[in-house]
Structures are given as structure tokens and as C-alpha cells.
């Protein structure tokens, strides 16, 4: 991987990152190369001393930039009344400058973790009566690893490697503040595992059998999951998705809760993947990161190496 680095090093640190998935067919299901991902994992290489790359260039910031809070904002009228005075619910995703810039604005301005940039698979919604703003929504990939996740599916390293793409994972939810209906965020939990693996699949060419969220129980109850008929596997080990030499163990305590989106979820998670040819089925239950896996050094395997075996990995939300 030097080799790469030093043979293209008068490309950006994009085109690299874009070359190297290429190289070694790193791919969504839909095809599209996971540039995001790998350049993170090239800067983290970088950081570990195990390669150099480029200078970044001196361009023109592209991109969503961290969003302005700090002049107020008018809210809107408060919404106080039924859930069902809030019916239809429709949940459009977020597109348009104009529409990105003011969902991240209140996700900035009004959830207890800001808005940042996911890396990897994501949708955003907005969650809608009418013309009226109710709530917003981020969906993304899962968390590598949690120790009562995985045993509850029962699945293997390589089973978990091979299929943790068919997991998302809940990494917002926000009702606004303004929004004052009971029962709500139960309506548009019931209603996102209606839509959202549709929008998925056709974003990235896969249906998700498993929803996935993390719940602060230090600052909620989880109730509207538990509402939604979500299930409680347990909790997190606390270390938060960048403390790989385990020294944060119980600091950061989260609960777990998944929605199974198909029959027989947890035997088709471990299972050989196949051709998907119909939409998933919607099915009730039976009855959100951890640390990002750490880059071996030269000692324990070879760059390459550890780069074909990160084709499938995504990288982790931050909840």
C-alpha cells in the first residue's frame, strides 16, 4: 500500500482512495466504490505511521461544513394535540442544498450530539404533516461489533463480516422541540420500517433484514422503541467508537435495541448471501458505536491484507 501511496502520490488523497477500491473491488452492492471509507482508512494508516500520503491541497471547501447556531432561530407555533391530529405522517427524504442546510441546523441546534458528517451508507429524512416540520431522522451503517447484538443473532467473525451490511442503523432521531404529541415517535418508528428499506435499496442496491439503535440511558428510556415493538438485547460495553485500547470501558453505557424487517431475521443474517429478487416482507419481533476495529500493524499482517479483509466493513455511526 506505500507502494500505491508513493506511485500516485501527485493525486488528491480522493483520487488515492478511489484507486485503491478499484485495486481491490472494495464496492457497495449497488456497485458504487466506497471512496468515503477507504479514505478514512488511509488517513488512519497515516496517523499509525504505516504509510504517507499527500498534502492536502489548498482548494475551495466542498461539502456540508459545520452549520452556524450561533444567531437564534424562530421556532414555529408549538404543536400540541393527538397523534392521530398528526396523521398523514409522510417521511421525504432530505434533498436540495436549502433542504440539508436546515435539517443539519436542527440537528445542530437541537440534539444533545450536533450534526456530523456520517461516513459510509446513510439516509436522511424529515418526518412531515402536511407543510409542518416534525421531526428528522438519520439512518446509517451499523456498529461493527456489540458483544449482545451479536450473540443475539448468533453469527460468526465471518458471518458478521460477510452480512453487517444488511443491518442500519438508527443514529438520530430528533423529535423538535416544538412538537409536543404523545405517541408520535412510535408513528414514524412504525412508518420508517415501512419505508426506509425501500429508499435503501434503491440507494444502495440491498433491503436491510435488521434495524439497530443505540438508547443514553442516562438521558432516555428507550419508551417509543419499546412502543415500536423494538427489542432490548441489552447494552454496550461504554468504550465509544474511538477507544481502541479499551480505557473507556463503562464511560459511555448505551442500551441496545433492534427491529427485525423480515422473517427469520437472525437464520437470514447468518446465512449465505443471496440475489434478492422482492422486497422485504414486513414483520413484527417475536415477543444504537462500539470502537472501530483497530489497523494491525506490520508485525500482524500486511497492509493489503488488511484492506481486503475491510472490503465490507462500514464505518461506524456516532450516536
Not at 81 to 86: D, V
Not at 87 to 106: F, K
Not at 261 to 288: F, G
Request: glycine share 4%; charged share 25%.
Amino acid at each position: 500500500m506505500r507502494v500505491v501511496t508513493q506511485d500516485y502520490a501527485t493525486l488528491a488523497v480522493a483520487e488515492i482512495a478511489s484507486t485503491v477500491c478499484e485495486l481491490l473491488e472494495w464496492k457497495r452492492p449497488n456497485g458504487r466504490l466506497k471512496s468515503i471509507e477507504c479514505r478514512q482508512l488511509l488517513e488512519r494508516l497515516q496517523a499509525e505511521g504505516m504509510l504517507t500520503l499527500p498534502a492536502i491541497r489548498k482548494t475551495k471547501t466542498k461539502g456540508p461544513q459545520r452549520v452556524d447556531i450561533s444567531q437564534p432561530s424562530l421556532e414555529p407555533d408549538l404543536v400540541e394535540c393527538a397523534a392521530r391530529e398528526c396523521e398523514p405522517l409522510e417521511l421525504a427524504l432530505v434533498e436540495g442544498t436549502a433542504d440539508s442546510r436546515l435539517w443539519r441546523e436542527h440537528m445542530e441546534r437541537h440534539h444533545y450530539l450536533g450534526c456530523r458528517v456520517p461516513f459510509g451508507a446513510n439516509l436522511r429524512y424529515w418526518v412531515r404533516n402536511r407543510d409542518r416540520e416534525l421531526a428528522c431522522l438519520l439512518w446509517t451503517s451499523p456498529a461493527w461489533k456489540m458483544q449482545a447484538r451479536d450473540a443475539w443473532i448468533g453469527w460468526s467473525d465471518e458471518q458478521r463480516k460477510r452480512n453487517l451490511q444488511a443491518i442500519v442503523n438508527n443514529g438520530r432521531f430528533l423529535i423538535l422541540p416544538w412538537v409536543r404529541v404523545k405517541g408520535l415517535a412510535s408513528k414514524i418508528l412504525a412508518l420508517s420500517a415501512r419505508k426506509m428499506p425501500l429508499d435503501w435499496r434503491t440507494a444502495y442496491g440491498h433491503a436491510p433484514l435488521l434495524m439497530e439503535t443505540l438508547v443514553d440511558t442516562n438521558r432516555f428510556r428507550g419508551t417509543c422503541y419499546r412502543a415500536a415493538n423494538w427489542i432490548c438485547l441489552g447494552q454496550t460495553a461504554g468504550r465509544g467508537r474511538m477507544d481502541r485500547e479499551h480505557k473507556l470501558d463503562g464511560q459511555a453505557v448505551k442500551d441496545i435495541y433492534v427491529y427485525p424487517l423480515v422473517r427469520h431475521a437472525r437464520q437470514r443474517l447468518c446465512a449465505d448471501p443471496t440475489p434478492e429478487t422482492n422486497p422485504p416482507e414486513s414483520a413484527p419481533p417475536a415477543s444504537l458505536p462500539e470502537s472501530l476495529p483497530p489497523v494491525p500493524n506490520a508485525a500482524s499482517a500486511s497492509v493489503l491484507e488488511h484492506f481486503r479483509s475491510a472490503k465490507t466493513r462500514p464505518f461506524l455511526p456516532t450516536n
